[in-house]
């Protein structure tokens, strides 16, 4: 018996390190890997406004956003194509979870019978109002190109809004980390280019729903306004996109390489201007769990921290230390016995000592 469970120990032991090797050495952390997805192409032109070609514009943009970040070896960019060919958009979720990207981003130009000009960056979610709904359904009805495709989409139909809520589970893990990127980008166009800001949305695409990896949609503009069309057709105009959104990237890639930084929460911290705060933390784990009040034993207001593979939960956000030790009470009743305070500066953790001396100057 004794050799028996011995033998055993021994092969879990040997079983545990495999695995640890294995994520060792299954993925280079120092490689970031990008996966470009011009919308589009081949007998699919996307929109045609004002007679300028979506899929070209595209194409342009993802190619030289490819060109940008290639100048840093820290980056590795994969298309999903680099010509004018038609790629189901299953095969293009595909080749992003095949390469194991970091970051998947779609690139198209929208269109509308109205004026409407702007530029809006989409993560995967349930639509929330008829104009999402019309835009995804215009990026997703490509499918009925493709062949057999009610098996390929598990019967998924781009007419029907509520086929959508089929798609947005498995994206869910990543939704936080598709938000902060869209942010990145969606800051990068307005900031930098002044472009008009129509925000970063949730909708229903398709090609967001099959990729295991933070992801993002960008409509760049609108081909049927006059002005924008011209402009995204222009070698000025792809440039300048270009470079703004492979900035972006550089700045989310940073943003998260960061690794003491915080990466979320589900709730608006009050005063944003504080640098230096109090976050209870609760639980901590190789697990991401949604910031669900239910996952957390009831509690609201939360946060968490990612390094290496390392999650940390947090409840609340306070300046205040007195606040912070009933904060800490709560979680404790909750049932979070190993609850302790923890303490903050610029997104950075610090010692409650440190804490202190910053807040006494
Ligand atoms: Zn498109």
Do not use: W
Request: with cysteine; proline share 2%; hydrophobic share 35%.
């Amino acid at each position: 018996m004794y050799t028996n469970l011995n033998l055993l120990l021994r092969k879990i032991s040997t079983l545990i390190l495999l695995f640890c090797c294995n994520l060792l050495f299954s993925q280079d952390n120092n490689v970031f890997t990008v996966v470009l997805d011009a919308g589009h192409g081949g007998i699919d032109p996307g929109n045609t406004g004002n007679g300028y070609y979506e899929k070209k514009i595209a194409l342009n943009i993802a190619l030289q956003v490819g060109r940008e970040l290639n100048k840093d070896p820290s980056f590795k960019v994969v298309y999903t194509r680099t010509k004018d060919v038609k790629i189901d958009l299953f095969k293009r979720a595909d080749i992003a979870n095949k390469a194991k990207a970091n970051l998947f981003i779609s690139i198209h130009c929208d269109s509308h019978t109205s004026n409407a000009y702007g530029v809006g960056t989409f993560v995967l979610g349930l639509h929330a109002n008829e104009r999402n709904f019309q835009i995804a359904k215009k990026e997703n009805s490509v499918i009925f190109l493709e062949e057999n495709y009610t098996q390929k989409y598990d019967g998924f139909d781009p007419d029907n809004p509520e086929s959508v809520i089929s798609l947005v589970l498995m994206q869910e893990e990543y939704l936080d980390q598709s938000i902060n990127a869209a942010n990145f980008i969606q800051d990068s166009f307005v900031k930098n280019l002044k472009r008009k800001n129509r925000n970063v949305k949730q909708a229903g695409f398709i090609v967001l729903k099959y990729t295991y990896m933070p992801s993002v949609l960008i409509e760049t503009g609108f081909l049927t306004n006059k002005t924008e069309g011209k402009y995204l057709n222009s070698k000025k105009g792809q440039k300048e996109m270009s470079n703004s959104i492979a900035d972006a990237i550089i700045k989310y890639k940073k943003s998260i390489s960061n690794t003491s930084v915080e990466l979320s929460s589900n709730y608006d911290i009050e005063n944003s201007t504080i640098n230096t705060y109090l976050k209870i933390q609760i639980a901590s784990g190789s697990k991401f769990l949604p910031l669900k009040s239910y996952n957390f034993k009831g509690l609201s207001r939360l946060s968490y921290s990612k390094r290496g593979k390392n999650y940390k939960y947090y409840f609340e956000n306070t300046e205040n230390y007195e606040k912070a030790k009933q904060y800490l009470l709560k979680a404790k009743s909750a049932g979070f016995k190993d609850a302790i305070i923890v303490a903050f500066n610029n997104g950075k953790r610090i010692s409650i000592d440190d804490f202190f001396t910053i807040n006494s100057n």
